[in-house]
């Protein structure tokens, strides 16, 4: 059974991760190497709770109770009791194939290392665990307690019996699943970071303002928000490392990266997380 959950990144999803997972009744170890970026989160958390309280969603006696079941580290030796760990840091595969290492040298053997990455293959990650058949892909969507979206991703070995308790998990959290195969991108990557990188070729090409682009795509196709203001929200560090999976991947010069999406994350400008990219926050 599971019951206590492992968080590794206390960023943007990993704050949510934890969130959703303790709001559901999970003892939760959140682990990062930031003190600052640990504690943003807890703070975030509280926060994003109190409105939910505000709105009716939750019961006010829930804020304390879910933020009193997650527990901040700095050290990943805290989560060697999970019964279920969750990786959600920067999307880098040299670090995550290092955290998975480090991650299946401290957990407990039968517990399942699932990775929320975007579009780093699940495959690869196992393959530097001693535990393959128990790792996958689990891919919250942002933000993850409001998204009802969790991809999750059969990596090559993944074994039926992860596969069911991941399912299980998805649905007691009473989100949606997708399945998706393990192909760069997985389903919905594939699909919308060409369509945000061919955005930002059109301001690159100076096609149409920013605003206009963003105006043209959210009311001439229904998106609740245009692709340059989803891409500030998911962060173009983030965009930047998904498009140039999927263009490794696939090797098709359709997915390469945008120069302009390059030079705003040489620049630092990453998007809502950092002030500034396509607009100033
Ligand atoms: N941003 C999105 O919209 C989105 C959506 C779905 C999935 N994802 C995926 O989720 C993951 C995290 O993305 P994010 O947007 O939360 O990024 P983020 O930049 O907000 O957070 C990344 C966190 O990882 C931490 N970190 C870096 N190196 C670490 C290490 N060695 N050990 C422990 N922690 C470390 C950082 O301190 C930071 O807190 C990525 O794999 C990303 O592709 C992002």
Do not use: W
């Amino acid at each position: 059974m599971i019951t206590t959950v492992g968080v590794l990144g206390a960023g943007q999803m990993g704050n949510g991760i934890a969130h959703v997972f303790a709001q559901y009744g999970y003892r939760v170890f959140l682990y990062d190497i930031s003190e600052a970026q640990l504690e943003k989160a807890v703070n975030t958390i509280r926060q994003n709770l109190e409105r939910q309280a505000r709105k009716g969603a939750i019961a006010e006696s829930l804020v304390g109770e879910t933020v009193g079941r997650i527990t901040a580290t700095k050290n990943m030796a805290d989560l060697a009791g999970c019964d279920f760990c969750v990786e959600a840091v920067t999307e880098h595969e040299p670090l995550k194939l290092d955290i998975f290492r480090k991650l299946d040298e401290i957990v407990q053997p039968g517990a399942i290392l699932a990775s929320n990455t975007s579009s780093i293959p699940i495959t690869k990650i196992a393959s530097v665990t001693k535990r393959p058949t128990k790792v996958i892909g689990m891919h919250f969507m942002n933000p993850v307690p409001v998204m009802k979206l969790v991809e999750v991703i059969r990596g090559h070995a993944t074994s039926d019996e992860t596969f069911s308790l991941t399912a299980a998990l998805v649905a007691g959290l009473e989100k949606e699943m997708a399945v998706s195969q393990d192909y760069p991108g997985f389903i919905v990557n594939r699909v919308l970071i060409p369509m945000i990188n061919e955005a930002i070729f059109a301001l690159y090409e100076g096609i149409a303002t920013a605003e206009d682009i963003d105006k043209g795509m959210k009311l001439g196709t229904n998106q609740p928000m245009g692709p340059l203001v989803l891409a500030d929200f998911i962060g173009l560090d983030t965009v930047l490392a998904i498009a140039g999976v999927l263009y490794d991947g696939f090797k098709d010069p359709k997915y390469r990266p945008c120069p302009l999406l390059v030079k705003m994350v040489n620049a630092g400008d990453l998007g809502r997380k950092s002030g500034r990219g396509f607009y100033t926050y």
